[in-house]
């Protein structure tokens, strides 16, 4: 039997790539028994699919731009992680 933890990290990989049947099946079990791990991939999913569409949008919306002062912020803080 499969912990939250695993279950997660293997419902976030589904997003990805396909599971095997192995970890479909667990993953399966796990999800009818645990009410909360079914509620984290339910909101996965829906970010998924809010996140595409306002990506969509800011991508048509040419208004949304950032400053060279914002970009280079944002590039110094991803550097201290990446």
């Known amino acids: 039997m ?3 933890k695993q279950t997660s990290l293997l419902v976030s ?3 990805d790539r ?3 049947w192995r ?3 667990a993953v399966r079990v796990h999800l009818l ?3 909360y791990c079914r509620r984290f991939k339910q909101q996965l999913l829906w970010m998924r699919r809010h996140l595409a569409s306002w ?3 800011a991508a048509d919306d040419q208004s949304l731009t950032l400053s060279a002062t914002a970009k280079e912020r944002i590039t110094q803080q ?4 990446y």
């Not at 991803?78 to 992680?81: M, N, P, S, V």
């Open 2 to 4: 499969l912990s939250c």
């Open 13 to 15: 990989q589904s997003l």
């Open 18 to 20: 396909p599971l095997n």
């Open 23 to 25: 970890e479909r099946w």
């Open 33 to 35: 028994i645990c009410v």
């Open 55 to 57: 990506q969509q949008q």
């Open 78 to 81: 991803l550097d201290k992680f």
